[in-house]
T-cell receptor
C-alpha cells in the first residue's frame, strides 16, 4: 500500500519542549511539504523540500526546523521558539517537478500546554 | 499568503441537492486544484484544471475556471451525506515555475443532511 504516514496522530507537549513530528512516504516522490492548519483556516506552508538534502522555508518557517536526509522521510521539529505551536500539522508529497497534485498524510494534532 | 478565497464559508443542503462552491484568486495561475478534507483528516485531491481549460468533469464533480475573472466553481451533483466535508481550492501561481508551491484558500464547509 503506497502512501504517506504521519505519527503520532495526537501529540501533547509542555511549553518549552521541542517536539519532532514524523512524515514518511513510500510513493518515491521527490518533493515533500509541511503545512500548518488552524481551526477554520486553510493550509499555510511551513517548509518544503524538492530533493534530498535540500529544503526551503515556506511562509511561516519561524520556530520550525526540518531535515531531508532520505527521500522517504521529512521530519518536522517544532521548537520552543514557536510562539503558538498548538495546531494540526499536515505533511504532503508531490511526484517530480511541476505543478501536479499533492498527496497528504493523515495529520498530527499537536497540543502544547 | 493565501491566494484563494472560497465562498460560501459554510453550506448546508439536503441529500440529493446540488452543492456549488466558488473560489476566487489573485494572480495568474498555472492550474487550480480542489481538495476535500473530512474532519480531522488529511486532504484528498479531487480534480485539477489547467489555466487553458474552462470546464472539467469527474464523476459527480464539475469544475469551471474563468481566468478573466480569476474564479472557479466546484459543483457536486446529487449530494450524499458522505459528501459532508470541507472543500479547498488551491492554486499554482504561474510566476513560480516548476518551483512554485500550492496556495490554499480557507475552505467551504459543506454539510449534507440525510
Amino acid at each position: 500500500d503506497g502512501g504517506i504516514t504521519q505519527s503520532p496522530k495526537y501529540l501533547f507537549r509542555k511549553e518549552g519542549q521541542n517536539v519532532t513530528l514524523s512524515c514518511e512516504q513510500n510513493l518515491n516522490h521527490d518533493a515533500m511539504y509541511w503545512y500548518r492548519q488552524d481551526p477554520g483556516q486553510g493550509l499555510r506552508l511551513i517548509y518544503y523540500s524538492q530533493i534530498v538534502n535540500d529544503f526551503q522555508k515556506g511562509d511561516i518557517a519561524e520556530g520550525y526546523s526540518v531535515s531531508r536526509e532520505k527521500k522517504e522521510s521529512f521530519p518536522l521539529t517544532v521548537t520552543s521558539a514557536q510562539k503558538n505551536p498548538t495546531a494540526f500539522y499536515l505533511c504532503a508529497s508531490r511526484k517530480g517537478q511541476g505543478s501536479g497534485e499533492q498527496y497528504f498524510g493523515p495529520g498530527t494534532r499537536l497540543t502544547v500546554t | 499568503s493565501q491566494q484563494g478565497e472560497e465562498d460560501p464559508q459554510a453550506l448546508s443542503i439536503q441529500e440529493g441537492e446540488n452543492a456549488t462552491m466558488n473560489c476566487s484568486y489573485k494572480t495568474s495561475i498555472n492550474n487550480l486544484q480542489w481538495y476535500r478534507q473530512n474532519s480531522g483528516r488529511g486532504l484528498v485531491h479531487l480534480i485539477l484544471i489547467r489555466s487553458n481549460e474552462r470546464e472539467k468533469h469527474s464523476g459527480r464533480l464539475r469544475v469551471t475556471l474563468d481566468t478573466s475573472k480569476k474564479s472557479s466553481s466546484l459543483l457536486i451533483t446529487a449530494s450524499r451525506a458522505a459528501d459532508t466535508a470541507s472543500y479547498f481550492c488551491a492554486t499554482y501561481p504561474s510566476y513560480g515555475g516548476s518551483q512554485g508551491n500550492l496556495i490554499f484558500g480557507k475552505g467551504t464547509k459543506l454539510s449534507v443532511k440525510p
